[in-house]
């Protein structure tokens, strides 16, 4: 693939596919012998013209698009963002207004389109909850609501000893000050201390 794309790179160099200050460019070094290009910004190695010792690539869209297919688009690549692909492009290639077609193609490409990225910060390691020393002295409180009422009470509190996983279920009323009020001190001395 890189090899068709190269060969295509140097065919439109030979036609002067290039947009008018490069040709300038080209042309002066191609005539001259002295170099009045310097040669540190621009050479020629067998027929592709370089600048920083970078492929020039000719103003064409079609192989822009597959010079950045071939950074973006392959399973090895895996759809880089538009950063990534632009220092994967420039380690060999160059052309005008690169970082801007790069930047388009990603922005646009359809499969990256239909990926969203993470909005949050990585998740930590987690961190062991400390063993309660005595039953009932660790205990989580669970609320099931909206219950068909039974007996006036429509909300069941769930209460669970973390040592024992012992169980107690307080029949209530879905009411949000009775629920504040259920795990007052009154509730709590029903359930067995040690």
């Known amino acids: 693939m890189e090899q068709k794309i190269l060969s295509n790179i140097c065919k439109g160099n030979q036609n002067g596919d290039q947009e008018e200050p490069i040709a300038k460019a080209a042309q002066e070094l191609r005539h001259s012998a002295n170099g009045t290009v310097h040669s540190s910004e621009w050479s020629n190695m067998d027929g592709l013209l370089q600048f920083w010792r970078k492929i020039y690539v000719s103003q064409s869209p079609d192989l822009h698009r597959q010079i950045v297919a071939l950074c973006h688009d392959t399973h090895i690549a895996d ?116």
Not at 103 to 124: A, E
Request: with cysteine; net charge positive; hydrophobic share 35%.
């Open 79 to 194: 759809h880089p963002r538009h950063w990534k692909t632009l220092e994967l492009v420039s380690q060999n290639y160059w052309w005008p207004q690169m970082s801007r077609y790069i930047s388009q193609y990603v922005s646009t490409y359809n499969l990256c389109l239909q990926t969203k990225p993470w909005q949050h910060f990585p998740v930590g390691e987690l961190q062991p909850l400390s063993v309660p020393d005595t039953r009932w002295d660790m205990l989580s409180v669970n609320f099931v609501v909206e219950l068909p009422e039974s007996s006036r009470h429509d909300a069941v509190m769930t209460v669970v000893d973390s040592v024992s996983k012992r169980v107690h279920f307080v029949p209530m009323h879905t009411m949000c000050h009775k629920l504040h009020s259920a795990i007052s001190p009154p509730i709590l001395r029903r359930f067995p201390q040690s």
